[in-house]
T-cell receptor, first 114, second 113 residues
């Protein structure tokens, strides 16, 4: 069964550094998402992406965040200048138009900002 | 925007008994309600979902009910087993899942052998 994949599984960075989290959505999916989950808390929506542009973003997704689909397979989340409070698990998800309602989640990248 | 409340936050159930988790939502435009199971350190995985045009859906030991008037939906797990132990999240979305999911705060379910 096809799965969403994410790299790296764990990223440790210094405050103020840039990080790029990578995702490979399921190949025939058209909607892509980033969510984050601070340890012990609920999953929170960051941004959705469709047809090569952002379709919605939350208030968490400020100017420090950006997303890109640089080629036909990858979907990236960039945090320009990380803060301590960016430490969380970041999940990528994808869904197919029409075929299914389900959003399929990747295994996550644990980001630790020191 | 949408707000999803979930109760209880923790639930312990004797193996073989039933477990019920309840959620309420605020946005009457929401039309898709999935339930995700998250084991420790793993990705959320969909276990069952329901659209707003249906009042109940069942899949083996798992069922979900939806009351659109009251804006609440519930997860029912019967004949619970130790492998049901996990955190369960409800969520709500517009556009049948192709919009963002708004998650509840989660329920940690522990099955006591």
């Amino acid at each position: 069964e096809p799965e969403v994949t994410q790299t790296p599984s764990h990223q440790v960075t210094q405050m103020g550094q840039e990080v790029i989290l990578r995702c490979v959505p399921i190949s025939n999916h058209l909607y892509f998402y980033w969510y984050r989950q601070i340890l012990g808390q609920k999953v929170e929506f960051l941004v959705s992406f469709y047809n090569n542009e952002i379709s919605e973003k939350s208030e968490i997704f400020d100017d420090q965040f950006s997303v890109e689909r640089p080629d036909g397979s990858n979907f990236t989340l960039k945090i320009r200048s990380t803060k301590l409070e960016d430490s969380a698990m970041y999940f990528c998800a994808s869904s197919a138009l029409v075929i299914s309602d389900e959003q399929f989640f990747g295994p996550g990248t644990r980001l630790t900002v020191l | 925007g949408e707000n999803v409340e979930q109760h209880p936050s923790t639930l312990s159930v004797q193996e073989g008994d039933s477990a019920v988790i309840k959620c309420t939502y605020s946005d009457s435009a929401s039309n898709y309600f999935p339930w995700y199971k998250q084991e420790l350190g793993k990705r959320p995985q969909l276990i069952i979902d329901i659209r707003s045009n249906v009042g109940e859906k069942k899949d083996q030991r798992i069922a979900v009910t939806l009351n659109k008037t009251a804006k609440h939906f519930s997860l029912h797990i019967t004949e619970t087993q130790p492998e049901d132990s996990a955190v369960y999240f409800c969520a709500a979305s517009n556009n049948f899942g192709n919009e963002k999911l708004t998650f509840g705060t989660g329920t940690r379910l522990t099955i006591i052998p």
